[in-house]
């Protein structure tokens, strides 16, 4: 099986020289930013988060976006959400795909940015446009926000990280410019590292597959046993490589001769969460986590 290395966990690593500009070329353009959208994940919304996002902005007013709520376990994602605005943060929560209805960001944003042109009418200076920089980490639906604020493309969208490399001026319409920027993470991913991987905010070569496979299938095993048995088993053997030629055998993975093609399968359990064919699951549980 290729690259299926046992994961140790042991802090991982994956921080591009692009994220390290990233943060710097956001801190030089800050001054011209009036308020910050973050986008997290509704099925990891504490992993999601950037862990030094406050560092980063500093002070600016922030809205968190909170996309793929349609494929979150909403009682659960609901006490994250419960629990940002309880630390003061506006928040949305949002589907992306299919018809989207924006008005609550936009009337969000134009709130926010009224008491921000008082400020600027007291000062002596003018009222101006909403300029809105947008973060987030890798994959996480920055792109098809943008594309769906501005009602056309008009930025790159794949459902893999790294697909933005640059930070970029977009206009939206005449009340709103967004600063398009590259996905960020952090140097040490630490205990987040499988939940980031589950949802693919880092690239798959550098992943243990094999490990973050079974992974997934453990926490399906935990926290939604209806969907396991649904879409792959009836449980887990303790021999993870058991329940892999099951699979394999339930969901036809196999190669000539009637044998299981383990890495097919491991990309198949990879790719349902992926691409959305697995609904209703929130991996970052809201007991037991440390909350900072």
């Not at 994250?80 to 928040?91: A, L, P, R």
């Amino acid at each position: 099986m290729a690259n299926n290395k046992k994961f140790d966990n042991s802090p991982i690593n994956w921080y591009p020289g692009h994220m390290a500009k990233t943060k710097r070329l956001i801190k030089e353009n800050l001054s011209l930013i009036d308020i910050v959208y973050e986008i997290i994940d509704a099925r990891m919304p504490y992993s999601s988060k950037i862990e030094d996002s406050e560092e980063i902005i500093k002070s600016k007013p922030k809205i968190l976006i909170m996309t793929k709520y349609d494929l979150c376990d909403k009682k659960e994602t609901d006490k994250w959400i419960n629990y940002y605005k309880e630390k003061g943060y506006n928040i949305l929560s949002l589907n992306l795909e299919g018809n989207v209805n924006l008005k609550p960001l936009i009337n969000l944003t134009l709130e926010v940015m009224e008491n921000i042109n008082q400020k600027r009418v007291a000062s002596g200076l003018k009222i101006r446009k909403v300029r809105a920089l947008v973060v987030g980490i890798p994959n996480v639906g920055k792109s098809t926000l943008i594309n769906r604020l501005a009602g056309k493309k008009v930025t790159n969208i794949g459902n893999k990280p790294g697909i933005t490399k640059n930070l970029s001026w977009i206009r939206v319409n005449d009340n709103i410019e967004l600063l398009d920027t590259p996905g960020i993470l952090w140097p040490k991913l630490k205990d987040k590292a499988l939940n980031l991987a589950s949802f693919t905010a880092i690239k798959e070569e550098v992943l243990p597959l094999f490990e973050v496979a079974e992974y997934i299938l453990k926490m399906l095993e935990k926290y939604y046993p209806d969907i396991l048995k649904t879409r792959y088993t009836e449980k887990l053997n303790d021999d993870i490589i058991v329940t892999l030629e099951e699979i394999g055998k339930k969901r036809g993975c196999l190669i000539k001769g009637g044998e299981v093609d383990y890495d097919k399968v491991i990309a198949l359990i990879i790719n349902d969460v992926k691409n959305g064919y697995i609904k209703g699951i929130t991996f970052d549980r809201f007991k037991g986590v440390k909350h900072e």
